[in-house]
């Protein structure tokens, strides 16, 4: 006895996945303690492109934070400083960096690092 023969036209491949990576620290509660460890359980098979996505995701976060801020700092002290503004282009844009703009960029980085230091001290900076 002879049955009717089924071809499978579409071959369903997801070479990347067929869901969007996420941040997975995207929830975890803001703590006051740098030592504390945060423990995340993966159980899908896309989950590495999950960890990739959140470690780039959180380095994106500290470049806008220094873009942010450096533009909130200039804003305060003079509304029309286009030198300044000059100065973000070419830290947040530009691949070599003028010596005067990493002077500019270390000196932001060692005010957001003695904030970011806890909590309170960051609520209490001029950013909080």
Not at 16 to 42: F, H, M, Q, W, Y
Not at 43 to 54: K, Y
Not at 77 to 88: A, G, L, P, Q, R
Request: net charge neutral; hydrophobic share 40%.
């Amino acid at each position: 006895m002879t049955t009717p023969t089924h071809i499978q036209v579409k071959y369903w491949m997801y070479p990347i996945g067929n869901t969007p990576a996420v941040n997975l620290l995207r929830d975890t509660p803001i703590s006051s303690s740098k030592d504390e460890t945060i423990r995340i359980l993966c159980l899908a098979c896309g989950d590495p492109r999950s960890i990739l996505f959140t470690l780039w995701s959180e380095k994106g976060q500290a470049r806008n934070v220094m873009l942010l801020t450096l533009i909130v700092d200039t804003y305060r002290v003079d509304k029309n400083s286009s030198e300044t503004f000059d100065s973000c282009w070419n830290l947040f844009y530009h691949m070599l960096i003028p010596e005067n703009d990493l002077q500019l960029l270390r000196k932001l980085a060692q005010k957001l690092v003695t904030a970011s230091e806890s909590l309170e001290k960051w609520l209490a900076s001029p950013y909080g």
